[in-house]
Nanobody, 124 residues
Framework: VQLQASGGGLVQAGGSLRLSCAAS????????WAWFRQAPGKEREFVSS????????YYADFVKGRFTISRDNAANTVYQQMNSLKPEDTAVYYC??????????????????WGQGTLVTVSS
């Protein structure tokens, strides 16, 4: 499966962005999905994940209540709505996928499929 992330940009603190991850090659219903991010000089970290059905989601503590992950299987796209953005949310955001047979995971090492990343910059 090939992933294409988009939707990043420059936003002021308190603003919102919606990231999209479009999949091609295979239907996204076969995969669990996640968003990770990597800030300059830091390791890539887990942000959110969603099951193949969309009924179960997980979030890192630092985005709970602000970010929402969702999926549209008909459109083969996964989204991340980001509200109340903070300067510390500045990072390159990556979408990732793994087979539903492998279950959910927040580890970067458990995802074999990655998008190219989209830069989110939050100004203070």
């Amino acid at each position: 499966v090939q992933l294409q992330a988009s939707g990043g940009g420059l936003v002021q603190a308190g603003g919102s962005l919606r990231l999209s991850c479009a999949a091609s090659g295979r239907t996204i219903s076969r995969y669990s999905w996640a968003w990770f991010r990597q800030a300059p000089g830091k390791e890539r970290e887990f942000v959110s994940s969603i099951t193949w059905s969309g009924t179960v989601t997980y979030y890192a503590d630092f985005v709970k209540g602000r970010f929402t992950i969702s999926r549209d299987n008909a459109a083969n796209t996964v989204y991340q709505q980001m509200n109340s953005l903070k300067p510390e949310d500045t990072a390159v955001y990556y979408c990732a996928a793994r087979s539903i047979a492998s279950g959910m995971s927040s580890s970067v090492h458990d995802y074999p499929y990655w998008g190219q990343g989209t830069l989110v910059t939050v100004s203070s």
